[in-house]
């Protein structure tokens, strides 16, 4: 019997076989095969943190996407981590029971693999009811994010 060896001749990044893909949602414009990184200033307060941060939920990226601060278009990028997650303390049991939001954070990189181009926003409504709510956390000076 004979066998072929294939060699691929491309150098095109190829997506991991049952590699977990998580949301990030932004305004940032990223490409696929960008990485996602710490060190730059945070989608919700205007520092850099140590942290990057992702879902397992599409609502919950949905959610960053409108909040992100900035003028670009929102945009929500699949993405793999690289190293290990935990979850978001900032969310988990701080303000939902458990992770139903499936938020996580992570000091490594984020692999962008792809982008969610049709998904439906909130209402005017709600995104306004949304970051009047932070407003005020924020001139409460309860807006922290646990780092």
Excluded: C
């Excluded at 305004?27 to 990184?37: P, S």
Aim: net charge negative.
């Amino acid at each position: 019997m004979r066998t072929t060896d294939i060699v691929n001749e491309t150098k095109a990044p190829v997506q991991h076989a049952f590699s977990q893909t998580f949301f990030h949602g932004t305004k940032e414009d990223l490409k696929i095969g960008d990485f996602i990184e710490t060190g730059f200033n945070s989608n919700f307060v205007n520092r850099k943190l140590k942290h990057i941060y992702l879902s397992a939920t599409l609502n919950a990226a949905i959610w960053g996407a409108e909040l992100a601060s900035g003028d670009g278009r929102e945009r929500i990028y699949l993405v793999e981590a690289t190293g290990p997650l935990e979850d978001d303390p900032n969310v988990t049991d701080k303000r939902f029971p458990g992770n139903p939001t499936m938020s996580y954070r992570s000091e490594h990189p984020f692999k962008v693999v792809g982008e969610v181009t049709v998904w439906q926003r909130h209402s005017s409504e709600e995104i306004k009811a949304m970051k009047d709510g932070l407003e005020r956390l924020k001139q409460q000076g309860i807006m922290v994010i646990e780092e």
